[in-house]
Nanobody, 123 residues
């Protein structure tokens, strides 16, 4: 399975971005997808996750609840992360990960990763 993340960029605080993660290979509908972010010299942190298509259970880190929305388009084999009301603390490289079944908040449980997309929020 290959993942291609896109949509990052430079935005002012209070602005919005939508990240996309397009997958290829495998059976998208059975995958759980997760978004993680990593700032310099920090560990990769869970941002949002969505379980496989038949469940569609979603979860968010407390820091992004009410501001970020994760969704999936099974026809396009793509997962999205809509990010609103961005703050400087949201700055980092955002990675999408793929695993079977149910989402996880733990990065080591994801088998496949995209290359990351940089999000920079200016204050």
């Amino acid at each position: 399975v290959q993942l291609q993340a896109s949509g990052g960029g430079l935005v002012q605080a209070g602005g919005s971005l939508r990240l996309s993660c397009e997958t290829s290979g495998g059976t998208f509908s059975i995958y759980a997808l997760g978004w993680f972010r990593q700032a310099p010299e920090t560990e990769r942190q869970f941002v949002a996750g969505i379980s496989w298509a038949s469940s569609n259970t979603v979860a968010y880190a407390d820091s992004v609840k009410g501001r970020f929305t994760i969704s999936r388009d099974n026809a396009k084999k793509t997962v999205y992360l809509q990010m609103n009301n961005l703050t400087h603390e949201d700055t980092g490289v955002y990675y999408c990960g793929c695993k079977g079944g149910v989402y996880s908040r733990l990065p080591y449980e994801y088998r496949f990763w995209g290359q990351g997309t940089q999000v920079t929020v200016s204050s």
